[in-house]
């Protein structure tokens, strides 16, 4: 079953992080904590890793779509707002926003997140112990609602204490962007 | 199928789905599971019952009753506690309680009359505490230990609606997010001045364990005398109050705590054994709290925990209604709404928490709190 959710989730997710070549802009500062050498191996594995795939939006170019770097992992844009996902039929069971920042299946609509230490709307407030918290369990701070498809947290999940650490100081190494990203929605329930 | 039973089925499926790749064997889950001291493969032997069978609880384990339950779908539950024999617990911070090596504790959930899970905690050194869960056998002649992954839908226990074995992540998620991995063995949990308003508390038996017999029988140390003579009580106006602060303290305040994990969230619904207007501390840390997670049809950023007067605009009662992953509270453990108890919240958040407000526990006029997650 999981690997079959795998496949169903994340297999499409690294066929279009492999399509697209994101170019991270460089860390304008480093944090007083972390050595250049750590936010420099934190830059290669956001690279490698694929992450701006989904956390910086697409915009359409000259050329197609293409990464929109001045919104480098700042995620969903906070002024798009999506009308209702289409519902899925038959084996098209999840769907992708043109900037592929959102998504909707089974789960609802997912949003990627703003990765930038915005202490409003991003991580700017998260300590180490959060984010490896959340990317080892799944759960926001490790504790409170699941991480969303297609987030392939269990990709992030596997990497060592060493590079969970110079990911996490790259990110805090980025210039804050204030973007506040929507809630995900839940699938229809009765609530009352 | 009607449309309304094949949306359930779907939405089901798709919870399922989700917890599949929520659950999916991670690092951390194999390394809860590879501790020094691997608990028994069968619950007869881990010293639960006394002919190495389940028929008969072997004395040395004593029942007990927590006054304020966790919610876990309506499910009967059965508590037993195991002390060492000459030990005590050291109560010197009388709302984080030190308990020897080798102390354990079981919680046995049954649905429909039948036994579905058994779980064990069980303190293994000074600092490290076996967290297991064991899934009885379809003869209900034993239970086998659960994978560290859980074990999704092992019981229905309502139409579409099942029950979970939770990974060993889940139970830490709850159980290590306070000063103490014991939940529901405390000072205010043990109290004999029971709440009789309390939502789904079991009553006292002659033989379970309370504040005054581990008092009695010299089992705290040190012996506070206070624990017989002046019991915790939450301090509330009403008892729909007390009630009502109880529940948010038993099912919220493991994780919503002042000193925990998620303390930067600044929520705070555990009660303390001792302390003066219950209401104060959950209205100063949620009343008029700004959340990052946003009440669906509400712009972003404007939502609130709490709202006085206003169950509909209160985050905090949505997630209680919810039993979606993306809003559910708790988001784990449970899958079918506490009604009961969301009619009181509704209720009290209608006309309790206005007067909370204008007996001035509000937070000062035109603060409108940090945000939360």
């Known amino acids: ?192 | 199928m009607t449309r309304r039973t094949f949306a359930a089925a779907a939405s089901a499926a798709a919870a399922m789905l989700l917890a599949a790749v929520v659950t999916a064997g991670s690092p951390a889950a194999m390394a809860a599971g590879a501790r020094a001291v691997h608990p028994p493969r069968m619950l007869s032997e881990t010293g639960l019952y006394a002919d190495g069978e389940t028929r008969r609880i072997d004395p040395a384990n004593r029942p007990y009753s927590p006054q304020y339950p966790l919610w876990t779908d309506g499910a009967a539950k059965a508590r037993w506690v195991r002390l060492p024999a000459g030990t005590t617990i050291d109560v010197r911070n009388v709302d984080a309680w030190t308990f020897p090596v080798g102390t354990k504790f079981w919680k046995e959930f049954a649905f429909g009359g039948r036994r579905v899970e058994t779980r064990l905690l069980w303190k293994v050194s000074a600092t490290d505490w076996v967290f297991a869960s064991y899934v009885w056998n379809e003869a209900q002649t034993d239970a086998m230990l659960a994978p560290a992954d859980g074990v999704p839908g092992v019981a229905e226990i309502a139409p579409g609606k099942r029950h979970s074995i939770p990974s060993l992540e889940d139970c830490r998620a709850c159980h290590d997010s306070g000063r103490t991995e014991v939940l529901g063995f405390n000072a205010l949990q043990l109290s004999t001045d029971r709440d009789p308003g309390a939502f789904h508390a079991d009553r006292i038996a002659p033989e379970m364990v309370t504040l005054q017999t581990l008092v009695e029988e010299r089992r705290v140390s040190p012996l506070r005398r206070e624990f017989v003579t002046d019991p915790p009580r939450i301090d509330a106006a009403d008892p729909q109050t007390r009630a009502v602060l109880g529940y948010l303290s038993g099912n919220c305040g493991a994780c919503h705590n002042a000193s925990g994990p998620l303390a930067n969230l600044g929520l705070n619904f555990r009660q303390p054994a001792y302390a003066p207007n219950g209401v104060h501390a959950v209205a100063r840390s949620a009343l008029n709290r700004v959340t990052k997670w946003d009440l669906p049809g509400q712009m972003p950023g404007t939502s609130r925990a709490l709202v006085a007067g206003d169950p509909d605009h209160s985050a905090l009662l949505y997630r209680m209604r919810s039993r979606r992953p993306s809003s559910q509270m708790p988001p784990l453990g449970t899958v079918v709404q506490d009604r009961e108890a969301v009619e009181a919240v509704e209720a009290w958040i209608a006309r309790q928490a206005q007067a909370c407000v204008r007996s001035g526990c509000a937070l000062p006029e035109g603060t409108q709190g940090n945000t939360v997650r």
């Open chain 1, 1 to 192: 079953m999981r690997s079959r959710i795998a496949r169903l989730f994340l297999i499409p997710a690294l066929a279009f992080a492999a399509s697209i070549l994101v170019s991270a802009q460089s860390a304008p500062t480093a944090s007083p904590k972390a050595s250049a050498a750590s936010i420099k191996r934190g830059e290669y594995l956001v690279r490698i890793g694929g992450c701006g795939d989904c956390h910086t939006p697409l915009k359409l170019g000259p050329n197609g779509p293409e990464p929109d770097m001045a919104r480098a992992l700042t995620g969903h844009p906070s002024q798009m707002a999506m009308p209702p996902a289409p519902a899925g039929a038959g084996p098209w069971m999840w769907t992708g926003a043109a900037t592929n920042t959102a998504f909707a299946g089974p789960w609802g609509v997912s949003f990627t997140a703003n990765l930038t230490p915005d202490k409003e709307t991003g991580l700017g407030e998260w300590t180490f112990d959060m984010f490896a918290a959340t990317m080892r369990t799944g759960r926001h701070q490790g504790k409170g609602r699941p991480i969303l498809p297609p987030m392939p947290y269990p990709n992030v999940a596997a990497m060592t204490e060493s590079d969970m650490r110079d990911l996490f100081n790259y990110l805090q190494s980025l210039p804050p962007v204030h973007n506040k990203v929507p809630s995900p929605v839940d699938p229809p329930e009765e609530t009352r």
